[in-house]
């Protein structure tokens, strides 16, 4: 049962550019979450994926949006690209909306912003 | 908003002694999950520990137990006879039981002494 994958890996852009981060979850698991974990700080809560819409979000700005596909699958798109987006890319899934279901995270994308 | 705490940056440890990491909390709810997370230099995160908070029994699992105290909203994870696996940085987070997002300590870095 493969857990929660995501790609790539590494990554490495320029200011301004736009990038995209993809997300796998857990087989049976229909909830995506992402995180942005600043180099030295715990992760931070960016948004929520269910049934192919944001049910949740963080603050951040509008340059970061998602999608989820009809087989949960997620994405992450950051535009205009900042040197401070610079991070590890989390990514943790879930079923369901309620708290009580355990979740799953993912190993991470790390976007370097030059 | 919820807010947690990690006061210890940095802690060490002798193989095969105890180490306690402090972690304190607050909200304005009554019913919500705390959990402790382990994040390697692989990154993935794993979860190592889970409380409900409407149990007052502190949750164990093997090495690996926490001291919670509603009232004054402490968490604090205690590692048993540890291992030079056991080194990591250990991340205390807060979850709504109604919710999916957690809420992130800055995280202790945990090195273990042979």
């Known amino acids: 049962d493969a857990g929660v994958t995501q790609s790539p890996t590494h990554l490495i852009k320029t200011r301004g550019q736009q990038v995209t981060l993809r997300c796998s979850p857990k087989?049976?698991?229909?909830?995506v979450s992402w995180y942005q974990q600043a180099l030295g700080q715990g992760p931070q809560f960016i948004f929520q994926?269910?049934?192919?819409?944001?049910?949740q979000r963080g603050n951040f700005p509008d340059r970061f949006s998602g999608h989820q596909f009809p087989n949960y699958s997620s994405e992450l798109n950051v535009n205009a690209l900042l040197l401070g987006d610079s991070a590890l890319y989390l990514c943790?899934?879930?079923?369901?909306?309620?708290?009580?279901?355990?979740?799953?995270f993912g190993p991470g994308t790390r976007l370097t912003v030059t | 908003a919820q807010t947690v705490t990690q006061s210890q940056p940095e802690m060490s440890v002798q193989e095969a002694e105890t180490v306690t990491l402090s972690c304190t909390y607050d909200?304005?709810?009554?019913?919500?999950?705390l959990f402790w997370y382990k994040q390697p230099p692989s990154r993935q995160m794993i979860l190592v520990i889970r409380?409900?908070?409407?149990?007052?029994q502190n949750a164990t699992e093997n090495r690996f137990s926490v001291n919670f105290q509603k009232a004054a909203k402490s968490f604090s994870l205690k590692i048993s006879d540890s291992q030079l696996g056991d080194a990591a940085m250990y991340f205390c987070?807060?979850?709504?039981?109604?919710?999916?997002?957690?809420?992130f300590g800055t995280g202790t870095s945990l090195t273990v002494i042979p």
């Open positions: 943790a899934s879930t079923l369901g909306l309620a708290g009580v279901n355990e979740q799953y």
């Open positions: 087989s049976g698991h229909d909830t």
């Open positions: 994926y269910y049934e192919e819409e944001e049910r």
């Open positions: 909200t304005s709810e009554s019913d919500y999950y």
């Open positions: 409380q409900e908070a409407y149990k007052q």
């Open positions: 987070a807060y979850r709504s039981r109604t919710g999916n997002q957690f809420y």
